[in-house]
């Protein structure tokens, strides 16, 4: 992996950690961090942004990004985020570790700097948008435990990430390299044609329609 | 489509049915978003407290100051610690009664606290603003008794914003709506808010006496926020939203305004109008304006929707020399069914500069020297003069 694909992936779990922040979404843990990464790079044409080309494993844990746990590392051990309930996660491969994370203010303070050129300013408008999403639709739960349950049920219930499971493999694949558009943006792009019909609407509410119709589909299986 | 874990890949109809509830969120910059979170906080306290505000039960000393921050958590100790010395969680849903003091919140009202409990006047909140916020700080002050809220975006100084505060002014008419009536509200912004130097939307515009004709950085989007709060702030059945989508390209700003149509109105069910602005701004040719307004009228144009009564150009002009107002350019709108509309503005100027000019060109004439180099002197030393002076 060149220096600098590692380098974007460390700005996009940067990004992501501050837009979770910014929206007041619950301290994100190790598994949904790697859960939020998957959905991002499943909607991310979504916003006309190349994702990155990762292959997530399949862990017990839900999906694994070996890169996004260097990134995570990286920024943990340079003061950009801090990690409270610390524990190392036994894993026959890789050396992981659990907790929540969150970014520190020195995070908050790099991201705005990286925030100020055209790619870093579109890429964290997206990804605050899809936390803003979350956040609108979890919005009535008041307890923040019951919050991220509900972001986590989205987030397993995800198009791309169902299809991706229901695959028998290591790896949980974003998309069949003849495909075009993942059913993540499939789903934006139908839900989108139709609010279009009904008022003038911007994509982070596309996005939220896309995270409530989720959750109830979660709600119907359990 | 079903998958092999059956679950659908694809939305199916009865899902698709259900988004006729979906309702657009804030819209615009985070700072924007967070005013117009304020907006509605603002008006659900209003009617929540209709009671109490008539029978003149709540007190004048129960003032409101809400500051945003990106992430309250972590900026409170290092950026917000003088606000106050409180902490506590903020409920905004509870528009309770006895409301005031200091709330710091993200842009969604998720978490927000309580810095202060009270605030002993607005004098004391407009202390608290001018000596602890920055310029770059979005912050609503609310006299609740009064039915009184002020708004401060960021780049406006904070120091002629305490001296002319923005209001926003509740009108929530639901007056049947239509493409003139938004135009009519268009045109009253200009005129009450932005036409003069010393109106308060000006001062949040212009950089200032100090260096005349030059406007803040994204004038555009500066005259977009103010404008949509203004059109929200009219109409209670207004759907009104920024395209978040043009934000940073090539100085778009467009305003959305949408409503449910009268029965027998030529669009149903909604009927829209779009609203495409375009500063023009001093110290570019005419070429420049030119292709400037051009560009607008076509994105103008591009951005009708099926059901637009009516699709705008709005050219709010900022240039020294007003006098070419490129005529020709409505021949060009007029084809595509297009409004353009000019909406002149006045510069700051510093009058003693401008007095020195005038009599600089006077005496140059008198004696025939040119009086270009003459009038740069003249206009240079009065301005140095007037900064001396603070």
Known sequence: MADHDRLFFTRWVLFLLVANEASG????????????????????????????????????????????????????????????????????????????????????????????????????????????????VTEHVEV?????????????????????????????????????????????????????????????????????LLLRRSAMVA | MTSSDGTENNISEAELQTLQSVEAAPSGEPALRFIQRCQEWFEKWLEANKHPLDANAIPATQILLFVFSETPDLERPA?????????????????????????????NFVKAYRLRTSLVSMEDAFDLVSS????????????LSQ?????HLPGGRIDDWCADPVSYESRLSEDPLSADRIEADVFEFHENSLKFAKNQIAKMVWVGKDQPYKLLPSPEQRI??????????????????????????????????????????????????????????????????????????????????????????????????????????????TNKNVRLRRYLMEAPVNSAAVAATKAAKSSAKQIGVKSKKITKKAAKKPAKKAAAAK
């Open chain 2, 147 to 151: 039915r009184r809220m002020l708004y």
């Open chain 1, 144 to 212: 923040g435990e019951q919050a991220a349950g509900e972001l986590d049920r989205i987030l397993d219930a995800d198009l791309t990430y169902r299809r991706a499971v229901a695959r028998f493999g290591d790896s949980l694949e974003l998309q069949d390299s003849s495909d075009a558009r993942t059913p993540t943006v499939e789903g934006l792009s139908t839900i989108q044609e139709r609010l279009d019909m009904q008022g003038a609407y911007n994509r982070k509410d596309v996005v939220a329609a896309y995270q409530a």
């Open chain 2, 224 to 333: 977009q926020s103010y404008l949509f709060l203004y059109l929200n702030a009219s109409y209670k059945h207004l759907k009104g939203t920024v395209d978040e989508e043009v934000v940073g390209k090539g100085g778009r700003a467009d305003i959305r305004v949408v409503w449910n149509s009268l029965p027998g109105a030529p669009y149903q069910p909604l009927t829209s109008t779009m609203l495409e602005l375009k500063v023009l701004a001093e110290g570019r040719g005419l070429t420049y304006h030119r292709d400037w307004v051009t560009s607008g009228i076509k994105q103008a144009d591009d951005y009708r929707r099926r059901d637009s009564e009516a699709v705008y150009t709005c050219v709010f002009d900022g240039r020294k020399d007003q006098t070419d107002q490129m005529p020709d350019l409505d021949v060009l709108a």
């Open chain 1, 25 to 136: 979404l619950p301290k994100v843990s190790r598994e949904r961090l790697h859960a939020l990464l998957f959905m991002s790079f499943a909607s991310s044409r979504y916003y006309a942004i190349e994702p990155l080309r990762q292959r997530a494993r399949r862990t017990p844990q839900g999906p694994y990004y070996r890169q996004a746990h260097v990134a995570l590392g990286g920024l943990v051990l340079g003061g950009m985020v801090s990690v409270e309930d610390f524990k190392a996660h036994p894993a026959a491969r890789d050396l992981q570790f659990e907790g929540l994370f969150r970014p520190t203010m020195k995070g908050v303070e790099v991201a705005r700097v990286m925030r100020e050129t055209i790619t870093g300013g579109r890429l964290y408008r997206f990804l605050l948008d899809m936390c803003l999403a979350a956040a609108a």
């Open chain 2, 79 to 107: 950026r917000f610690s003088a606000l106050g010395t409180e902490y506590k969680r903020f409920f905004a849903g509870a528009h309770a009664q006895d409301t005031q003091g200091v709330i710091l919140s993200n842009e």
């Open chain 2, 132 to 143: 602890h916020l920055e310029d770059d700080d979005a912050f609503v002050i609310a006299q």
